[in-house]
């Protein structure tokens, strides 16, 4: 079963900037797209970022502009550079498989809040 850990998040002033990394246990990371998805409070999961294998890249309308998915197969690991958060970027990040693995990380934590 894969394994998926999320890091980076914290408590940061609006317009401020974050990294998140998320680690993926497995041979085939390389093969696959891959997303960052959050939970705000009170609302559903939402994808807001993929990256496919080729390195092409999708977001979510709400943060383009803004937010910035990469990935170093190398390392397993996928990065979302989050710059001029907004109070409304608030929320529980995960990464999962762009069709989602049935088993979820544990998510990191991002607040936006002055």
């Known amino acids: 079963q894969v394994q998926l850990v999320e890091s980076g998040g914290g408590l940061v002033q609006p317009g401020g900037s974050l990294r998140l990394s998320c680690v993926v246990s497995g041979r085939i990371f390389r093969l696959i797209a891959m997303g960052w998805y959050r939970q705000a409070p009170g609302k559903q999961r939402e994808l807001v970022a993929t990256?496919?294998?080729?390195?092409?890249?999708t977001y979510a309308d709400s943060v383009k502009g803004r937010f910035t998915i990469s990935r170093l197969n190398a390392k397993n690991t996928m990065y979302l550079q989050m710059n001029n958060l907004k109070p409304e970027d608030t929320g529980v990040y995960y990464c999962?498989?762009?069709?989602?693995?049935?088993?979820w990380g544990q998510g990191t934590q991002v607040t936006v809040s002055s």
């Open positions: 999962n498989r762009n069709d989602p693995w049935s088993n």
């Open positions: 990256i496919r294998s080729d390195g092409s890249t």
